[in-house]
């Protein structure tokens, strides 16, 4: 089987790693992949969200299974596009059509559906220009911190938390003037939880699913989870707290619901479900939906997934899924980021990468990396994310931050804290 996946970043290099392992495949290819996809399979030029020239490299290619990373081409209707092409009408494809991809596309729709199928969430309203008068009113009954949520796609930036009500109006304001564009047309004011975050995973084919391994990722640059949010900045897996009794709560109470309440409504879906979930007080609540694989947790999840992993992508894109096992490595596995000085905000490119290979014990997966004239150097503000098995979390820690310090590129920066919170 020729296997396309589209993407650029770490979870496409991890995907595209575990997918490699299957006797399934054939031919690997990357759209547009980096330096790091480059030494597993072939690299595209294309961008992910150009579907006619993605089109003509799946023809080009007689690709028979494509894989969509990133969430922008998702939220665009990429799949719908493959699905109105007759020429790609054998075409296999692992990712949800636009109307599932509304489930991170639009964080009122997301919100809607999980009142209307009973999943715990946090108490929310939804303020556009037209009702701002009420959506003020709302704020004022919540209590501090005060969560605002830009309700479209806004790379990871759009989520503000806010500790004075006047500033928290002042926001509300500066978003729905297009502070993050159009995704901030709308804003979502949340309730505030308190607790520990986990990443939980599912592969699913619209009715059947199998759960992947939960990670717990950092998302703040700083260590002890200070500073700015940045796209991740390492993960773990498992994670100490879903214990058997509280996964079984996320299933029966999450998981479950979400996927029967997709056939409900009549929303074809296969691909990856991304629950960002927070543990109160041992009970799961849905901070957010995500519908691809979240990047660094992928990372490490690919590591724990011990059976054929396009065994799994077949039975998603083809609804046969309950015939399909899923096989889990009992065994920790952790994911550390190494990011350009910098990072989230100003930071330059194109400092020469070396000491990759000389990792040890280590899967290096590339994240914003490119080639130029001969040299590997960064490309991104993420640039490698260094994952290890360990026998504890220590161990697989130590492993990843022995070898972060082999690898080297100007500026380079990591936290060396993770885990700390478990």
């Known amino acids: 089987m020729n296997i396309l996946v589209i993407g650029s970043g770490g979870r496409e290099h991890a995907l595209g790693w575990k997918i490699k392992q299957s006797d399934k495949v054939e031919n690997l290819f990357f759209v547009p992949g980096n330096a790091g996809t480059s030494e597993i399979g072939t690299n595209l030029e294309g961008n992910v969200s150009d579907f006619a020239e993605i089109k003509s490299l799946i023809l080009d290619n007689q690709i028979d299974l494509v894989v969509v990373g990133p969430e922008v081409p998702l939220v665009e209707g990429i799949h719908d596009y493959f699905a109105s092409q007759p020429e790609l009408k054998n075409l296999k494809v692992v990712g949800p059509k636009k109307t599932g991809a509304m489930l991170e596309g639009s964080k009122d729709f997301a919100k809607d559906f999980m009142l209307k199928y009973n999943i715990p969430t946090a108490k929310y309203f939804t303020v556009s220009p037209g009702n701002i008068k009420e959506g003020i009113a709302f704020l004022k009954t919540m209590k501090s911190p005060y969560v605002l949520k830009a309700d479209g796609l806004a790379a990871g930036k759009g989520v503000l938390i806010i500790d004075s009500l006047e500033e928290a109006e002042k926001s509300l304001n500066e978003m729905l003037d297009g502070q993050f564009g159009a995704a901030s047309a709308k804003v979502v004011i949340e309730e505030f939880l308190s607790g520990v975050e986990v990443s939980v995973f599912v592969i699913t084919d619209g009715k059947n699913y199998k759960i992947l391994p939960e990670a717990k990722d950092y998302k703040r640059i700083g260590e002890g989870d200070t500073g700015l949010n940045t796209g991740g900045m390492g993960a773990i897996t498992p ?184």
């Open 239 to 422: 994670v100490p707290f879903a214990t058997p009794e509280f996964m079984e709560k996320v299933e029966k109470g999450i998981i479950q619901p979400t996927v029967d309440g997709l056939q409900k409504e009549n929303i074809e879906y296969n691909g990856f479900i991304f629950f960002g979930l927070i543990n109160v007080n041992g009970d799961p609540y849905v901070i957010e939906y995500n519908v691809r694989m979240g990047d660094p947790e992928t990372e490490a999840v690919m590591l724990r997934v011990k059976s054929d992993f396009v065994d799994l992508l077949e039975g998603a894109a083809t609804g046969t899924l309950n015939n399909k096992n899923i096989e889990i490595d009992t065994r920790t596995a952790v994911t550390v980021m190494l990011v350009s000085g910098g990072y989230p905000g100003g930071y330059k490119k194109g400092k020469i990468i070396s000491g990759t290979d000389k990792a040890e014990n280590s899967i290096v997966f590339h994240a914003g990396t490119k080639t130029d004239n001969g040299n590997v150097v960064t490309a991104g503000g993420r640039v490698i994310s260094i994952s290890s098995y360990g026998n504890s979390m220590q161990e697989a820690l130590e492993t990843s931050y022995k070898n972060a310090e082999v690898i080297c590129f100007d500026k380079k920066y990591y936290r060396k804290d993770l885990g700390f919170d478990l």
